[in-house]
């Protein structure tokens, strides 16, 4: 898959010649267990043509290693808040991995005040630095981080809607895997829309739009199905027994999104993607649904579809966790 990502990448950048100037990505966090393999994976980009990988430590050693990967990209490490400006000096692209990760018996909210301020800090530099770049939000709680970033951006006077997306490509990773696993069918064949938001019932799967659409399962199986995805992440966490949740799984998922942000900025057309986004679909003001990518960020939020009456019920039920981490969020920045 990733193979195919890269081959598709390398046909989308034919238009970039050696030595002129590709696309300028950096990840923030670059030092974590997200942030390597990430990095390594953008190194792997053929659109990327320069790589910053930010830490407050660190990331000296992670970019002198990842630096000889032999591909196009030139990298670097910064390492420490005087640097941080440097680092996203005029980026297109930039992967926030940053931030504490789960242990066992935690929520993604239970992360929300470290988090939330790691994250302001963040966005406030991408404010002064890069403030045309597109934001892929990975640090949870997504479903508030989005927010709070939103919030930064707009006191900045530089918020841009149609640029701030958060990551929810690991749940579509996840639901199509489990699910071409219980149909039988071929995992790289099959398509999940996962909608809503990024933590435990707000994650939804829409198995009844599934391409292709198995035959073979029952009520029961999709109920469990919709319980995986939206437990995957805690069934990473438990498995990994306090050394963090998921790292590789998530540097693909969050590979494959920035990839899919670089080849729309590049021109290439019907780049469909689930992503968190402001929106206009439900009625809390971030919901993540289909999303074409267009050069200058978010170009259509499509609907939802025809849901099953199981999923119009799973997402009644949502609206109000996601209501309150929405506004958790913003009044982390604006004040309650
Ligand atoms: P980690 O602890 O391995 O790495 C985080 C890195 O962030 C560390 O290297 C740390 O030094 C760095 N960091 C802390 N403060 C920083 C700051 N102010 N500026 C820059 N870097 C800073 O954690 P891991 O496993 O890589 O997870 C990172 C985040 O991603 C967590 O919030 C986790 O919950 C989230 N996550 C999101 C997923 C999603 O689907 N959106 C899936 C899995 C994790």
Known sequence: MLGSVLRKSARASAGIARGSRGYKVAVLGAAGGIG???????????????????????????????????????????AGEAELGAALKDCDVVIIPAGVPRKPGMTRDDLFAINGGIVKGLVEAIADNCPNAMINMISNPVNSTVPIAAEVLKAKGKYDPKKLFGVTTLDVVRAKTFYAEKAGLETSKVDVPVVGGHAGITILPLFSQATPQAKNLSADDIDALTKRTQDGGTEVVAAKAGKGSATLSMAYAGALFADACLRAKNGEANIVECTYVESKVTKVPYFSSKVTLGRDGVDTVHGLGTLSAYEQSALDAMMPQLESEIKKGVDFIKGA
């Open 36 to 78: 390597q393999p990430c990095g390594l994976l953008m190194k792997m980009n053929p659109l990327v043509t320069e790589l910053s990988l930010y830490d407050i430590a660190g990331t000296p050693g992670v970019a002198a290693d990842v630096s000889h990967v032999n591909t196009a990209a030139q990298v670097k490490g910064y």
